[in-house]
């Protein structure tokens, strides 16, 4: 940093504050100084441009009226606004896969996120975490800028490497319950219940569960949900009725609907392992709605192709449904909030 004379007037002192404050902008503009850092202390800055403590806390201070630092007993930390959306700094989207290469469900995500964040005249940056390490990536965010981080996967290094980055993060279809961040997601639970209710008031009382279980934050809330609807209706919670299908859930269908014991009520709060259920059900001859009723899940966007268009022209099973536009138009709401 340029060095300055500290035998200077008022006048001087005016525009060497503004010059050491400009200094200082750039370098938080370039990404040297992130979100969540501190700038060099009074006592640094007097020694690097050799001026008066006076003038350094000059422009510091001009720094945080801008909103763009403020002060901590260890000094000026650089605030979130450093890096606005609205002055073109990207929102990063962490996902478990690139929405290129992922699934359909993950590039409707994407998309509903693209649509929101455009709306409000923002950039967005997708990267898919799968086998990335988790330190370069943050590295790059903080390279690029990044205005906040959307988190949509469950793994923890990553959730740990962003969260200590000190830049704006939120989760948003997924959630840990160890790492302190906020979570907007499908209401897992809420939807087995209502599963759940739907089933009882159909008649059924043997109600099983089949769907992942204990395996990340939206199995632990939906399998809840299940179980506690089934209790909610007075009826009897049958462990046996409820599975995991694992990787195979073709098979796991079979074997579950061939029982002689096979639920008359089930919730399977995924689609693809809903229609597994399906399938397998044709396969054995048995009706849906009749020898067995099924409740499936599916987001808005993808019903009519991923749900009722799997049905042949019939009535399909009912579905829990959700919105990925509310759910992407809610992340970004809660993420400036928490920028704020």
């Known amino acids: 940093m340029t060095r300055y004379d500290t035998n200077t007037s008022v006048r001087e002192a005016g525009r060497v504050s ?5 200094h200082l902008r750039e370098e938080i503009a370039s990404g040297k100084y992130a979100p969540g850092d501190f700038l060099p202390s009074v006592r640094e800055l007097m020694a690097s441009t050799g001026s008066a403590s006076a003038t350094v ?3 510091l201070k001009s720094l945080q009226l801008e909103g763009l630092a403020a002060p901590e007993r260890k000094g000026y930390r650089v605030l979130a606004g450093a890096t606005d959306p609205e002055r073109g700094c990207p929102l990063a989207f962490l996902m478990r ?9 993950l590039k409707s ?7 929101a964040t455009g709306r409000r005249g923002w950039s967005l940056l997708s990267q898919g975490t799968e086998g990335l390490d988790a330190e370069q990536v943050v590295e790059q965010l903080r390279l690029a800028r990044s205005s906040g981080v959307i988190l949509d996967t469950h793994d923890t290094a990553m959730i740990s490497a962003v969260r200590e980055s000190g830049m704006t993060a939120i989760m948003a279809d997924a959630w840990h319950e160890d790492y302190g961040l906020d979570a907007v997601l499908q209401d897992g639970h809420l939807g087995g219940v209502l599963g759940t209710r739907y089933l009882a008031q159909e008649g059924c009382e043997r109600i099983g569960y089949f769907g992942r279980i204990g395996r990340d934050a939206h199995a632990r809330d939906r399998f809840g949900g299940v179980a506690a609807g089934i209790a909610a209706e007075g009826l009897d919670i049958r462990p046996e009725l409820f599975l995991d299908p694992g990787d195979d859930a073709a098979g796991a269908a ?3 609907l061939a029982r002689r014991d096979r639920p008359d009520g089930i919730v399977c709060p995924w689609t693809e392992e809903a229609l597994a259920l399906k399938g397998a059900g044709d396969e054995l001859g048995l009706v849906e709605g009749r020898d067995y009723r099924l409740v499936g899940w599916c987001p808005e966007e993808l019903y009519e192709s ?4 799997r049905f042949g022209g019939g009535r399909p099973a009912p579905a829990i449904t959700w919105s990925m536009h509310t759910l992407a138009e809610t992340a970004l709401a809660r993420l400036s909030e928490r920028r704020t």
Do not use: E
Not at 18 to 22: F, Q, S, V
Not at 109 to 115: C, E, M, N, Q, Y
């Open 254 to 256: 079979r074997k579950y």
């Open 306 to 309: 991923h749900w009722a268009g």
């Open 18 to 22: 503004a010059a050491i404050a400009g």
């Open 57 to 59: 806390q000059r422009a």
């Open 97 to 105: 896969h690139s929405p290129v290469a992922g699934t359909d469900f």
């Open 109 to 115: 995500l994407f998309d509903s996120f693209r649509v």
